[in-house]
């Protein structure tokens, strides 16, 4: 049975939305006039490098830090000054945050009011949620990282609230358990419906979390999309290096579809209108690159294929990854095969083989965006 039939659907309408947020510490912009809306029941990942802004975005959202501009709305409600404590929300932070003293069911149960009855009920279905049932009298000391952190969300969710904050709740944990709690957590967060921004700097957390991904880049946002449309359609050479691996072809436009490069000529499908000499970067990824088993002249007269020099071969676990020179383009490149691929190109080093750069998936980027 497909259980992903059951699952709610996103829905259409806006949860959350920020407009024109713009922060300051002192003369440093951590924030730059932000404008973003978060659907309902979606699972938003803020990701970016070390010091993009995306904690300080998510802080202004749990109402821990004020803008210095712009405005948050929830459902139509503005909250850009309400104070934390009157916003309706459950966090979870990277360092497990329990209190030590108290056992798992207090802590879960912190910030429930009511009857203890009442109040046990709910520990307990919390705990069975979050697959630790019978754990309450146990005490943080006596669990492991990634049972920490799961209280940590049960206590996050303990009061049903609208939206989840998670503020790298994985990163300290070691890669297998990471791997593991990443699933739960996405399959959590959709049974429940729950409308949550997780921020990340792991592009594989928010390629396999996120409906949507905001990439962050010294406090601007370079792109939202679909982990798709971020993976495959970058929209800057930023964005491109910052998700996934990429290979770069410095070049030159010629003509229509047409660029030079070193000796050759190249053809792009996408190729964006831009004047004859203009200085580009090509861009493809290493699993888009495709090697040829057997050539002959013809072959090479084939558009965008050349031989290589094969100069290096690793097994990253489950795909071989290929480093190739190309002289006719000046250029280096990582070329991804399975073992299958492998098996039928057989390359080996300082073997030359043909390889050709499909032109529909080359991207092409002119070179001032590389700056
Ligand atoms: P990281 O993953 O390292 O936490 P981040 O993308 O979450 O990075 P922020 O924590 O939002 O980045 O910080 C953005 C910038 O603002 C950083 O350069 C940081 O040093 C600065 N910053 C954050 N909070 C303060 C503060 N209270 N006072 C001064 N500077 C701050």
Wanted: glycine share 6%; hydrophobic share 45%.
């Amino acid at each position: 049975m497909n259980r992903n039939i059951e699952l709610p659907l996103v829905a259409s309408t806006d949860y959350l939305t920020i407009e024109g947020l713009a922060k300051r510490f002192g003369a440093f912009v951590a924030l730059k006039q932000i404008s973003l809306s978060v659907k309902k029941g979606e699972l938003l990942c803020l990701l970016g490098p070390s010091g993009c802004g995306k904690t300080t975005l998510l802080r202004m959202i749990a109402g821990l830090e004020f803008a210095d501009a712009g405005a948050i709305t929830v459902e139509g409600k503005d909250i850009t000054r309400l104070p934390a404590a009157k916003r309706d929300y459950g966090i979870v932070f990277q360092s497990y945050a329990l209190f030590p003293n108290l056992n798992v069911a207090d802590n879960i149960a912190y910030g429930l009011k009511g009857r203890n009855s009442d109040k046990a009920a709910r520990v307990t279905s919390l705990l069975e949620l979050i697959g630790l049932a019978g754990i309450e009298n146990k005490y943080p000391a006596q669990l492991s990282g990634g049972q920490q952190q799961r209280v940590a969300l049960a206590r996050a969710l303990a009061t049903s609230p609208g939206l989840l904050l998670l503020d790298e709740p994985l990163s300290a944990l070691d890669a297998r358990v990471r791997e593991h709690l990443r699933r739960e957590i996405r399959s959590l967060q959709q049974r429940l419906g729950i409308t949550t921004i997780l921020v990340t700097h792991d592009q594989d957390e928010a390629l396999t979390m996120a409906d949507r991904i905001v990439v962050m880049n010294h406090g601007v946002i370079e792109q939202v999309g679909t982990p798709e449309e971020i993976y495959s359609h970058p929209q800057s050479r930023f964005v491109a290096e910052f998700v996934g691996k990429s290979n770069w072809i410095k070049a030159r436009v010629s003509g229509n579809q047409c660029l030079s490069v070193a000796d050759a000529e190249l053809y792009a499908l996408h190729l964006p209108p831009l004047p004859p000499g203009q200085e580009v970067e090509l861009f493809i990824r290493p699993e888009a690159v495709r090697l040829h088993a057997t050539w002959d002249a013809a072959l090479l007269r084939e558009p965008n294929t050349a031989l290589a020099d094969v100069s290096k071969i690793e097994l990253l676990g489950s795909f071989y990854r290929i480093s190739l020179h190309v002289p006719v383009w000046n250029s280096d490149l990582m070329v991804d095969l399975s073992r299958d691929q492998l098996a039928l190109y057989q390359p080996s080093l300082a073997q030359r083989i043909p390889v050709s750069l499909p032109h529909d998936q080359l991207r092409v980027f002119c070179s001032k965006d590389a700056e």
